[in-house]
């Protein structure tokens, strides 16, 4: 894949301006840089299945050092494994298998340990990051599922749990970390950026932010659960698919007697068959409910307009 050297490059490149000057680095290290080093990193995400799992990297880290594993290969901390490509996001790292088991602890080895004392296992546990690996039982011959967490961070959180007094002091322990505040503040700057940027494409085709529009909506979140769809919707498209929609619901004289047919026959069933003869919308559209199948409609709908009917000027 071609454009995956072209990436690879690209990439190479941000990480030799950081290490140009202190100037480039700072640039490189602010909000600025975070965004750059993101856009870098979600193109890979086309290209290279190094970056699946990403969304369960810790929240700490930050887009330079996800995209940093992009650009190598190894274990970074050994030297007998050096083409270990995939990191392990889960742990935000790209370690070996050996490596990796020597930082891990499955949660078999906690089970029956002398912490039981100042706490339980869910309090051992909680919120902490773990990923699933298969193993292999020579004894019962058969697979079983291991929890591994990192074992840093179990012997950070025994530490803690074991001066602990109160129940309530051993649940702040366990709470999630809070996101650092600039990191917060810099997604809710983006948020409003990409509010403005929509707001402003709107305006040029003639329509407005509507708040039932499930689209605009994941638009200005940023499409946190899909990294593809966050790179397939512009502000551009996003105001193009939402004028498509004002057409079909507003103006489309075929689509609302589409619509208008199906409620027409399914009442008639309902007229003529009653109550609880089957699902009537079904047998109508194809779809369980009724809004499903408008839906589908207007998802799969072609035919539109060289030029909106609400911009059009009427004739005097
Ligand atoms: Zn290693």
Redesign the pocket.
């Given at each position: 894949d071609k454009r995956k050297v072209v990436y690879k490059r690209r990439l190479d490149t941000l990480f030799a301006m950081r290490g140009t000057n202190k100037q480039l680095c700072r640039v490189m290290s602010s909000d600025f840089g975070e965004e750059i080093f993101q856009l870098a990193f979600e193109n890979f995400c086309e290209v290279s299945d190094a970056t699946h799992g990403i969304d369960d990297a810790p929240p700490t880290m930050l887009w330079r050092h996800k995209a940093f594993f992009l650009t190598g290969l190894g274990?970074q901390?050994?030297d007998?494994?050096p083409t270990?490509r995939k990191p392990n996001w889960v742990f935000g790292v790209r370690?070996?298998k050996?490596?990796l088991q020597k930082h891990t602890v499955i949660h078999q080895e906690l089970q029956d340990e002398s912490w039981t004392k100042w706490a339980t296992y869910e309090e051992l546990t909680k919120g902490l990051p773990h990923d699933e690996v298969q193993g292999w039982s020579k004894f019962f011959k058969s697979a079983y599922t291991m929890i591994r967490y990192w074992r840093q961070s179990v012997k950070n959180r025994k530490a803690l749990l074991r001066h602990a007094k109160t129940p309530s002091e051993r649940e702040r322990i366990c709470a999630p970390p809070a996101a650092k505040q600039d990191k917060q503040l810099l997604e809710k700057k983006a948020r409003e950026k990409r509010k403005e940027a929509l707001k402003a494409e709107l305006d040029l085709i003639g329509c407005e932010l509507r708040a039932d529009s499930k689209l605009s909506e994941l638009f200005i979140e940023g499409f946190p659960k899909s990294l593809r769809e966050r790179k397939k919707w512009t502000a551009k498209k996003v105001a193009e698919r939402m004028a498509q929609m004002k057409y079909l619901h507003e103006y489309c004289r075929e689509f609302k007697a589409t619509v208008q047919g199906w409620r027409r026959e399914i009442n008639d069933m309902f007229d003529h068959y009653g109550h609880g003869y089957g699902n009537y919308t079904y047998e109508v559209t194809g779809f369980y409910s009724l809004g499903a199948a408008v839906r589908d409609l207007a998802d799969t709908w072609t035919r539109f307009p060289k030029q909106w009917p609400w911009l059009v000027q009427p004739a005097t």
């Amino acid at each position: 894949d071609k454009r995956k050297v072209v990436y690879k490059r690209r990439l190479d490149t941000l990480f030799a301006m950081r290490g140009t000057n202190k100037q480039l680095c700072r640039v490189m290290s602010s909000d600025f840089g975070e965004e750059i080093f993101q856009l870098a990193f979600e193109n890979f995400c086309e290209v290279s299945d190094a970056t699946h799992g990403i969304d369960d990297a810790p929240p700490t880290m930050l887009w330079r050092h996800k995209a940093f594993f992009l650009t190598g290969l190894g274990c970074q901390t050994c030297d007998a494994h050096p083409t270990t490509r995939k990191p392990n996001w889960v742990f935000g790292v790209r370690m070996c298998k050996d490596c990796l088991q020597k930082h891990t602890v499955i949660h078999q080895e906690l089970q029956d340990e002398s912490w039981t004392k100042w706490a339980t296992y869910e309090e051992l546990t909680k919120g902490l990051p773990h990923d699933e690996v298969q193993g292999w039982s020579k004894f019962f011959k058969s697979a079983y599922t291991m929890i591994r967490y990192w074992r840093q961070s179990v012997k950070n959180r025994k530490a803690l749990l074991r001066h602990a007094k109160t129940p309530s002091e051993r649940e702040r322990i366990c709470a999630p970390p809070a996101a650092k505040q600039d990191k917060q503040l810099l997604e809710k700057k983006a948020r409003e950026k990409r509010k403005e940027a929509l707001k402003a494409e709107l305006d040029l085709i003639g329509c407005e932010l509507r708040a039932d529009s499930k689209l605009s909506e994941l638009f200005i979140e940023g499409f946190p659960k899909s990294l593809r769809e966050r790179k397939k919707w512009t502000a551009k498209k996003v105001a193009e698919r939402m004028a498509q929609m004002k057409y079909l619901h507003e103006y489309c004289r075929e689509f609302k007697a589409t619509v208008q047919g199906w409620r027409r026959e399914i009442n008639d069933m309902f007229d003529h068959y009653g109550h609880g003869y089957g699902n009537y919308t079904y047998e109508v559209t194809g779809f369980y409910s009724l809004g499903a199948a408008v839906r589908d409609l207007a998802d799969t709908w072609t035919r539109f307009p060289k030029q909106w009917p609400w911009l059009v000027q009427p004739a005097t």
